[in-house]
């Protein structure tokens, strides 16, 4: 059971769009909907923002959309804002009642 | 509203027994609606599913923690626990207990709300 591989770093400026992604096997992102994200402030507890590939929780903006393709999930986040930038998670079940997360993403807005 | 806190203690030595409990207001722990798990996360790194629990009692987890995790529930107490054995200094982390969504009895595999973590460090 590996990580699920996140690219280390991302960036815009505010406004603009922003797509993180997340790349597993056909195991886990590529075998179920299952997939969620999380974002993370410095200190702060984890917050689920997607999950099952592209549902939004209540209180969560819609500038925030999930969606996959293959063993890929992404994460877009729309019309950038401050308060945005924070470290992001990607999850995914895995069979057999597991679970692995991504290694992060921090999301820097310019 | 349901809220989850983590409890133990901070400090556990090598070769130990760590040992937390995830107590839950505000809602039941036995409810058919929810499974409950651990997470945690080393100082500057990412997230690391440590195992996940059911209502009912059946367990689920990481295949790397597994020879060294329990996690039980304690229903008249509406609480949770975790027991990672044999800690070494790479078990130093936040932990963080959290709640799972079921839907019609099925797991959904995210966790919807978190405790505010606990910072566990193993040292001598």
């Known amino acids: 059971q590996s990580a699920l591989t996140q690219p280390p770093s991302a960036s815009g400026s505010p406004g603009q769009s922003v797509t993180i992604s997340c790349t597993g096997t056909s195991s886990d992102v590529g075998e179920y909907q299952y997939v969620s994200w999380y974002q993370q402030h410095p200190g702060k507890t984890p917050k689920v923002m997607i999950y099952?590939?592209?549902k939004r929780p209540s209180g969560v903006p819609d500038r925030f959309s999930g969606s996959k393709s293959g063993n890929t999930a992404s994460l877009t986040v729309s019309g950038l804002q401050a308060e945005d930038e924070a470290d992001y998670y990607c999850s995914s079940y895995a069979g057999n009642n597991k679970l692995v997360f991504g290694g992060g993403t921090k999301l820097t807005v310019l | 509203q349901v809220q989850l806190q983590e409890s133990g203690p901070g400090l556990v030595k090598p070769s130990e027994t760590l040992s937390l409990t995830c107590t839950v207001s505000g809602g039941s722990i036995s409810r058919s609606t929810y499974y409950w798990g651990w997470i945690r996360q080393p100082p500057g790194k990412g997230l690391e599913w440590i195992g996940t629990i059911s209502y009912s009692g059946s367990t689920y987890y990481n295949p790397s923690l597994k020879r060294r995790v329990t996690i039980s529930v304690d229903t008249s107490k509406n609480h949770f626990s975790l027991k990672l054995s044999s800690v070494t200094a790479a078990d130093t982390a936040v932990y963080y207990c959290a709640r799972l969504p079921l839907t019609s009895y099925y797991p959904n595999w995210y966790f919807d709300i978190w405790g505010r973590g606990t910072l566990v460090t193993v040292s001598s």
């Open positions: 099952e590939v592209n």
